[in-house]
């Protein structure tokens, strides 16, 4: 596991798959998507939001930004991303990501990301507060690991 960044605690690796290159040979910007999509749907099951199980109360993607800066390879075997929530609105929440890779020695940023959460009610099809509980546990887990 790499060196936890400042202000990040969660951690996710992520494999580099032969399916995830290109026909250039490096990772498709889409893959990055797909390891930040598993490593927020692992901090948010880890802290107790989802359980894994459909219900009437969820979340949907308002929108993500992914800024790129280094390729990544097979070469690079594994790719460490760490993830917070930075931002707690009324209806959503913003989770942050670094994706970073071990080369020779040192730690590149990869990629960030920035994907607005925002909190739905799928049987009124509508957007709705972020529950209580939900905004204990976020903050508890946050504010613990920033001490």
Known sequence: MSTPPEGYRYHTPMTVRYGDMDSLGHVNNAKY????????????????????????????????????????????????????????????????HLLLCERDGQTEIAATGLIVMVVYDYVANTTIPIPDEWRKLLIEFELKLQN
């Open 33 to 96: 998507l797909t390891y930040f999509e598993q490593a927020r749907i692992s901090y948010i099951h880890e802290r107790g939001l989802w359980d894994g199980t459909l219900s009437a109360v969820g979340m949907i993607v308002g929108r993500i930004t992914v800024e790129y800066k280094q390729p990544i390879s097979a070469k690079d075997g594994t790719v460490n991303i760490w993830t917070r929530v930075c931002r707690l609105g009324n209806k959503s929440f913003d989770m942050e």
